[in-house]
């Protein structure tokens, strides 16, 4: 059985400051809830749409395993602007499977991209970007994903360890269900340093300097075999001077 290690939470305060200095940082749940100035029922509330998600049907490697919707907005200070909605494009250098593609999701639920909350978690990672590049107008793409275990096993990242091409990576996870596996991943770019941990609590959040480290998940699997497992996550991507694509 693989070891389980446990995250090396950053306390709130020292978030930035962890962030500018080793490429990533992480926040325990309850930091987040009071980063957010929210309540836990208040973010469950928004993570009841990920039972609506539609299947990924771009997976190259003919899986099953991904749901997801996708979103694009602009964050300048605290403003939030709706982007129109568009595909999500990535260059080969960054994603050797998917890259090159344009791939039209479903929009995220009109009520979640309305609920102030969500507007109000868009400008807080957009300060803790700001904190580390500067104040920019951020061009942030949005991605709620569901990975099951419909085909006995779920890959998070099936284009491995990589880089998004962006300023700043978020990645809250919302939820394990019945799974194992899962462990994040997060390495020096150019270094051979890394560390690696499993988020297991609900809105836990990571944040990646992604010119500085490359990142991955690694594959789930059910608990008990034959019972459906899901992982459920948010990731948001921060881009300075436009979307990808543009």
């Known amino acids: 059985m693989t070891r389980a290690f446990d995250p090396p939470y950053s306390p709130l305060a020292q978030s930035d400051a962890h962030l500018a200095r080793q490429g990533f940082s992480l926040l325990g749940a309850n930091d987040v809830a009071a980063w957010l100035g929210a309540s836990m029922a208040d973010l469950e509330r928004l993570h009841g749409a990920w039972n609506d998600l539609p299947a990924d049907g771009y997976l190259k490697d003919g899986g099953r395993y991904r749901r997801r919707r996708h979103s694009c907005f602009v964050v300048d200070g605290a403003q939030v602007i709706e982007s129109p909605h568009r595909a999500h494009w990535q260059p080969l250098e960054y994603n050797a499977l998917h890259g090159g593609m344009q791939r039209w999701f479903e929009p ?91 988020l297991t609590d609900p809105w836990s959040l990571l944040l990646l300097d992604d010119a500085r480290v490359i990142h991955e998940t690694t594959p789930i699997q059910p608990l008990v075999a034959g019972e459906l497992g899901w992982r459920d996550t948010l990731v948001l991507t921060y881009r300075r001077n436009g979307f990808q694509g543009d």
Not at 133 to 149: M, S
Request: charged share 30%; net charge negative; hydrophobic share 35%.
């Open 108 to 198: 995220m639920a009109e009520q979640t991209r309305a609920d102030p909350l969500w507007r109000r978690l868009l400008v807080r990672v957009g300060e803790a970007v700001s904190a580390l590049h500067g104040e920019h107008p951020w061009y942030v793409e949005a991605h709620p994903f569901r990975i099951d275990t419909t085909d006995g096993i779920g890959r998070p990242t099936p284009e491995g360890a990589h880089r998004d091409g962006v300023d700043l990576v978020a990645v809250f996870m919302l939820e394990r269900h019945r799974i194992k596996g899962g462990e994040s991943r997060v390495f020096e770019a150019e270094g051979p340093a890394g560390q690696r941990f499993t």
